[in-house]
Every structure is written in structure tokens, then in C-alpha cells.
């Protein structure tokens, strides 16, 4: 039986601990998912000043004011205050708004974890493939050079003719162009690796050769709802509904009265006068109302699109859904298909295995030549070259299907909404 569907450390079933330790640092030091929860941050300071806009307001202020006719002048002592009532559900609706607008920054939170686990993995991989590849060609260069050699004793053997050395000849030129190519990709893949970590340079440690990570058995043949959604676009997608719900219940009360209750307090005193005693107090308290008459047609247009809007999220919402199952399904496909590629890679290296006892003994024999030898050894190359890419686009695959279904580490108890 395969092991369950690790979701939250899915990468450690490679088995690699410098693999791991790449994850871990990633998590710390990438400067795209610090911008992610930095916008988290905001987003969650901008609902809390949402919320307080529904809660008694007190402001006070000190002025002098002289009267028209410039007699007298007053010092002037003002206590205002405001209660916003949020009548008709535009406190709920404020407060739903901003809820969405927290869930869409903790879904960008979420992605950005997803794309950097998944592409420090997939440069990892493609790091060890790239090594393990220059290992192999720098074999099998040493191979052709020796059958250069035992070609041009052939030839002068007359075993061979002339034209016979032209594509070893060819082989060379192409093996050293394939390991420049394979270098280059080794270059890219840890240059990638310290851009993900915030890095300029690479950790010359990472150019260490080291074996390719293998990828675990993995096998679902059914993908539960709950899987699914941990992707963090179906979060975003729910997120965006919310927040079209809160944009369409502030719409639709606007299309009712807008309460508040105030009350001010004017305490003056008469600058002109020497008298202590000479104040004046204006208490006032009362409502204010705000009724749309002249604008209700216009209010009730942008009511009228606002629904609109969370309509218009909803279909969203299940678009994404069809967009997610649609992406697993052809992720799970791809990757059956290459874990038969790998099979039957690894079905040739088996069998060149067992020809190559049989191609000892056969010269131990003499009944084999060393040039026969070197011919077989670089088939055997070659099948081996095979076997490292078909790994690596298995593993390749386990990535893309990880990050389909939204593989990553779950927000801190600090970022839930």
C-alpha cells in the first residue's frame, strides 16, 4: 500500500536531507512569500480600521473665533461625538468585506508557499539529474575516446575502413556539447535555487555531486473533495465571493437610511471680558439622517451591480473548481505515464546488466573484442542516461501533481482568518 497523501510534507518523502533543509529555508527566507504576509499584515490592520468605523467617534478641538462685528472674542472648547449605528446590515456586510479581503491575502500567502516548495524541489531535482548526467557523459566520453583509439587500430589493421572513425569523431563533438549544455543546467538550477532563498550566489556545497532523489510510490485513484481544497486558488475563489457579499449588502443598504447619533458639546469663554464666571455651554445630541431620495436611482444601479458582481464571483468559484479537477486529473495522468517510462528505463538497465556478465565471460573467452566491449559499455551509458531522465521526470511529475492539489505547509495559527 502507498503511503497517505502528506499534504503539509510532502517533499520529505524523497528522503533527502539537503532537500529538506532547502524546504526549511525557503519557508524563512523567500522574499516573495515575505511580500505575501507582509500584504497579510496590511490586509488585516485595514479590517481592524473597518471595524472601528462602527464605534463611538470622539474628537475634540480648541479655537478662538471673534464675532462678526469684531467686539468680542471667544475661546472655544469643542467635545464632538459620532456613533455610526451600521443599521440594514452594513455592519455585518463591512465586516464580511473585510473578512474576504483577509482570505484573499491568506490565499496569496498559501500560493506563494505552494510555488516555493514546488520550485525548490523541481530545481533540486533538476540540480541531481544535471550532476548525474555530466557523471554519465564524462563516462562516456572516456568510452568513445577509447574506441577512437581501438577504431584507428582497426583501420590500420584493414579491419576497417577509413570512413568507419568519422562518427566516433561525431560522438566526441557531441559529448562535449552535451556536457556544456549539462553544466549549464547544473548553473541554473542552484541559481534558481538561491533566488528562491534571497540569495545572489549559490552555496558552492549544492555543486557537490550527490545521488538523484527518488521519488516515492504514489498511487490515488480517487481525489477527495477536502484534497482539493487546499489549493489555494479554490481559498481565493471563496475569498472573492465573500468579499463580493460584503460589497453587495453595503450596496443594498445604502438603499435605505443612513442613522448615526451625535452629540456636541461648546464650552466658550469671552476672551474680552475680565469676568471669570463668563461661560457659555451648548450641549446638543440627536440623530442624523441620511435619506436617499434625489439618489436612490443611482444607488439602486450600484446595488443592482454589485449583485452582479457576486454572481459573477460565484461562477468564478466553480470555475476554479472545474479548472482544479481538470489540472489533478491530467497531473495524475501524467504521472502514470512516466512512472511506465521509468519502468521500463529501469526494465533496459536490468537487462544490460545481466548481458554484461555474459560480455565479461565472453572475454575472458576471447571470443569478444575490446572494441565489442566499448560498443556495449556505451550502450549501457546511454540506457543509464535514460534511466537518470526518466527519475527525474518522475519526480518531476510528483511535483506537478503536489502542486496542483496545493502541497505546501499550512498557515500558522498566527495567519488564520
Known sequence: MPPPVDLQGWWKSFNDPVLDDLVRAAMDQNLGLAQAQSRLRQARLLAHESRVAYLPNVMAGAHSVDNPSGEKSYFQLTLNAVWDLGLFGMKDAAKLRSQGEIQRALADVQAARVNVVAEIVRNYIELRAAQAQIASTTTLSAVDDELANLTEVRIDAHLMARIGKEPVLKRQQQNKLALAGQKLAELRAAQAIAVLLGKTEPDPAWFQA????????????????????????????????????GEAGIARAHLYPHVALGTSYLLAYDLSTRQRSHFDFFPLIGPAIDIPVFDFGGRKA????????????????????????????????????????????????????????????????????????????????????????????????????????????????????
Request: glycine residues 4%.
Open 302 to 417: 450600484s446595488s443592482d451591480a454589485a449583485n452582479e458582481a457576486l454572481q459573477a464571483s460565484v461562477l468564478a468559484y466553480r470555475q476554479a473548481l472545474v479548472e482544479t479537477v481538470g489540472q489533478t486529473e491530467v497531473a495524475l495522468a501524467t504521472l502514470n505515464y512516466q512512472c511506465t517510462v521509468l519502468n521500463q528505463a529501469e526494465d533496459d538497465v536490468g537487462a544490460f546488466k545481466d548481458q554484461a556478465q555474459r560480455q565479461a565471460a565472453l572475454i575472458k573467452l576471447g571470443v569478444s573484442s575490446p572494441y565489442e566491449r566499448a560498443l556495449f559499455q556505451r550502450e549501457q551509458l546511454q540506457a543509464d542516461a535514460t534511466l537518470i531522465d526518466a527519475r527525474a521526470a518522475q519526480a518531476m511529475a510528483i511535483v506537478t501533481l503536489y502542486k496542483a492539489i496545493g502541497g505546501a505547509p499550512l498557515p500558522e495559527a498566527k495567519e488564520a482568518p
Open 210 to 245: 550527490a545521488s538523484q532523489p527518488l521519488a516515492p510510490d504514489f498511487k490515488l485513484t480517487q481525489l477527495p473533495a477536502d484534497l482539493l481544497r487546499t489549493r489555494p486558488e479554490i481559498w481565493r475563489a471563496e475569498a472573492d465571493v465573500n468579499a463580493a457579499a
